[in-house]
């Protein structure tokens, strides 16, 4: 009888794990779009040691080839997704064995009530399992960009510029214990109210083309690129 509970343990626990894993990804971020652009990234042709832009929809529209001049950047941008997508679809990225890895990942976490202490914990999930899988790859934390809170639509009530700066302040922590370059875009973007400048956004959070210009010429004046 003993035996056969154990047995009745040993088989159950594996299978509650995996469910348990399995039912965080579908609440948290492996909805429609999110497949489609991984299905799509799998038919791009693989680049050597590439530069990548990984991130959420302010990733994705970027035209990270226009604004930066090189060829070997490419985008791995999708809307929606927040830090627990980015860390499980890592792998693709790091099979491509990147030179550099710009990371901006958060806003939607923050948007869904995310505790910007679970938010911090997956960028550390993120950074070891970069470092682990491709050591050679230079991981770049990009800060979490400021708003224009008096534009923003009523479905990112959530997003306020403290809570970005609190989340920004644990990235700066990690980025030291980790020895990893942090890159302050919220101070590149804000005005003088601490508000992203409101002529280089759509909405209060997306931007305008602009934007990424200024973006791109900041990274390259401080050698990151």
Do not use: C
Request: proline share 5%.
């Amino acid at each position: 009888m003993n035996r056969f509970f154990l047995m009745l343990i040993l088989f159950t626990v594996p299978f509650y794990s995996s469910a348990q894993e399995k039912a965080v990804k579908d609440s948290t971020y492996a909805n429609g779009y999110y497949v489609k652009r991984l299905k799509y990234f799998e038919t791009l042709p693989v680049q050597k040691n590439p530069i990548v832009f990984l991130g959420n929809s302010i990733t994705e529209v970027g035209q990270w080839q226009d604004v930066t001049g090189l060829p070997n950047v490419i985008n791995r941008g999708i809307s929606g997704d927040n830090s627990y997508g980015v860390f499980y679809r890592l792998d693709p990225v790091l099979k491509q064995k990147p030179s550099k890895i710009f990371l901006l990942i958060g806003v939607n976490d923050i948007k869904r009530g995310t505790p910007i202490e679970d938010i911090a914990h997956n960028y550390e999930r993120i950074i070891l399992k970069v470092k682990h899988d491709a050591p050679k790859t230079k991981l770049y934390l990009q800060s979490v960009l400021p708003v224009t809170e008096s534009i923003l639509a009523s479905i990112y009530d959530n997003i306020r510029n403290p809570r970005i700066i609190a989340l920004n302040k644990l990235m700066k922590e990690l980025s030291v214990k980790h020895n990893l370059p942090y890159i302050d875009l919220f101070n590149v973007l804000k005005d003088e109210n601490g508000q992203l400048v409101r002529s280089l956004t759509t909405d209060g959070l997306h931007l305008q083309p602009e934007a990424y210009v200024i973006w791109a010429n900041y990274l390259k004046k401080m050698k990151y690129l």
